[in-house]
């Protein structure tokens, strides 16, 4: 806006300083009720200024005018459109200044997203036993009353943590697999691949659902919640072995699910990501046993 702040000290007259601009369509443009002169320097004024120095005339190291500039179809420097100037010049009369800054808000969770997350946070790093209701409250920043009202119970809040974490590691496994490997053959290996990136964040504290179900007890709505999940993980080994042609289906995908939740024991029980690798050449000898290439 160098240029076009230049241009407009030129271009836009004050009330005694000349014509104003026209609009294409014939209707005049309004003056600016001050007279810019370029080059001449001049400071900001603030609205408590404006009134305690009214009528002085006010002068300013720099002042932002926001006009509406009119094209002249036979002039080279105007604009027909509004513009923000940041402009040198005197101003012999009182001025306002004023910003509008339109306002950022992110809409806020509900009580009951803000203890998913929470839990997930605490749960997943700590053991759904060992964090205490209390700690997932503060944390969330919600009263005690809005959890029995969410979740009715603490089990049921696990429940609902391990089928929100388990929702988006099936949309990460399926979202890469998509994108990163094209055949059946590649996918099943690459389900190796993906397991072993997370292996090497620093915050991988093994497998979720493994670690929840260790700490309830058995028929547990928690105990079903692991076991819709890893059903889901069996069922996609299934379905790629088909697809990749091998003679049984099932028994590779049972292999391959033990070598899977092996790694994932091993990561994290060894604190070693280096489990990936090993995981990934095994899995890699049963397919090529299992589908001849």
Request: charged share 25%; with cysteine.
């Amino acid at each position: 806006l160098g240029s076009e702040a230049g241009a407009a000290g030129r271009t836009v007259a004050g009330r005694d300083g000349g014509a104003a601009a026209r609009r294409p369509s014939r209707t005049r443009a309004p003056t600016v009720p001050c007279v810019a002169t370029a080059g001449e320097a001049i400071r900001r004024v603030t609205p408590a200024e404006a009134r305690r120095d009214a009528p002085a005339v006010v002068t300013s190291r720099m002042v932002v005018l926001v006009v509406e500039v009119i094209a002249d179809p036979d002039g080279e420097n105007s604009f027909d459109r509004q513009v923000c100037l940041s402009m040198d010049c005197t101003i012999d009369r009182p001025v306002w200044y004023g910003q509008v800054v339109a306002p950022t808000t992110t809409p806020k969770l509900s009580a009951r997203d803000r203890l998913l997350d929470a839990a997930d946070e605490l749960f997943y790093a700590e053991g759904v036993h060992v964090v205490g209701i209390d700690r997932v409250i503060e944390k969330a920043g919600v009263a005690k009353a809005s959890l029995y009202s969410a979740f009715g119970s603490k089990d049921e809040l696990i429940r609902a943590y391990l089928e929100r974490r388990n929702e988006r590691s099936r949309e990460r496994l399926t979202g890469c697999l998509e994108e990163r490997f094209a055949t059946p053959r590649e996918r099943l290996l690459g389900i190796f691949q993906i397991q072993g990136e997370l292996f090497a964040d620093p915050k991988f504290r093994g497998c979720p659902n493994a670690s929840a179900v260790a700490e309830s007890q058995c028929g547990s709505k928690i105990e079903q919640a692991s076991d819709d999940y890893r059903g889901w993980v069996r069922s996609v080994f299934v379905d790629l072995a088909g697809q990749a042609g091998a003679a049984d289906p099932e028994g590779l995908a049972k292999q391959l699910a033990l070598v899977h939740d092996g790694a994932a024991t091993a990561a994290r029980m060894d604190r070693d990501p280096a489990a990936a690798g090993v995981s990934l050449a095994v899995a890699t000898a049963l397919v090529d046993a299992a589908i001849p290439v």
